[in-house]
């Protein structure tokens, strides 16, 4: 049976990031580690059909370069991740909601214009001589919109 054999040295790449990249072979080979020496691991690829040799070696390689990146973002993003967990976890009371889920800013604004429509209301009721406002604003209004489109 065909095999190939790579050497990959753990001055370039972590034990970790040599046998990701072996796993994502396995669909295709079969995938042998074992150390070679203190700095080094030999890896072997054996086909399960007939696939190319150096097309595996080519495809090797290139996951490597691609774990070795994927394990670099994440030990440089880890504190970035930890600060989510915790901010996802953890409440710390800074931004307080009511029972509507309401912000206090928000709560503030929603009282304006609740004010704002009452006195406009009461402006209202005062131009019609006190009367109370019994239509809406469609059945008071809406023949005359209605006619000017």
């Given at each position: 049976?065909?095999?190939?054999?790579?050497?990959?040295?753990?001055?370039?790449?972590?034990?970790?990031?040599?046998?990701?990249?072996?796993?994502?072979?396995?669909?295709?080979?079969?995938?042998?580690?074992?150390?070679?020496?203190?700095?080094?691991?030999?890896?072997?690829?054996?086909?399960?059909?007939?696939?190319?040799?150096?097309?595996?070696?080519?495809?090797?390689?290139?996951?490597?370069?691609?774990?070795?990146?994927?394990?670099?973002?994440?030990r440089?993003?880890?504190?970035?991740?930890?600060f989510?967990?915790?901010?996802?976890?953890?409440?710390?009371?800074?931004?307080?909601?009511?029972?509507?889920?309401?912000?206090?800013?928000?709560?503030?604004?929603?009282?304006?214009?609740?004010?704002?429509?009452?006195?406009?209301?009461?402006?209202?009721?005062?131009k019609?001589?006190?009367?109370?406002?019994?239509?809406?604003?469609?059945?008071?209004?809406?023949?005359?919109?209605?006619?000017?489109?």
């Amino acid at each position: 049976m065909k095999e190939i054999s790579v050497k990959v040295g753990l001055n370039k790449y972590s034990l970790e990031t040599i046998r990701y990249s072996a796993y994502s072979l396995t669909d295709e080979a079969y995938v042998f580690l074992r150390f070679a020496g203190r700095g080094a691991v030999e890896v072997k690829i054996t086909p399960k059909s007939n696939a190319n040799l150096n097309t595996l070696r080519k495809r090797f390689l290139r996951e490597l370069e691609d774990e070795k990146l994927r394990e670099r973002l994440f030990r440089e993003n880890a504190a970035l991740r930890e600060f989510l967990v915790i901010k996802a976890l953890t409440d710390d009371g800074k931004v307080p909601k009511t029972e509507d889920g309401l912000t206090p800013e928000q709560e503030k604004e929603l009282d304006e214009l609740i004010k704002q429509v009452e006195e406009e209301i009461e402006r209202e009721n005062k131009k019609e001589g006190g009367k109370q406002v019994t239509m809406t604003w469609e059945e008071r209004y809406g023949a005359r919109s209605e006619g000017k489109k």
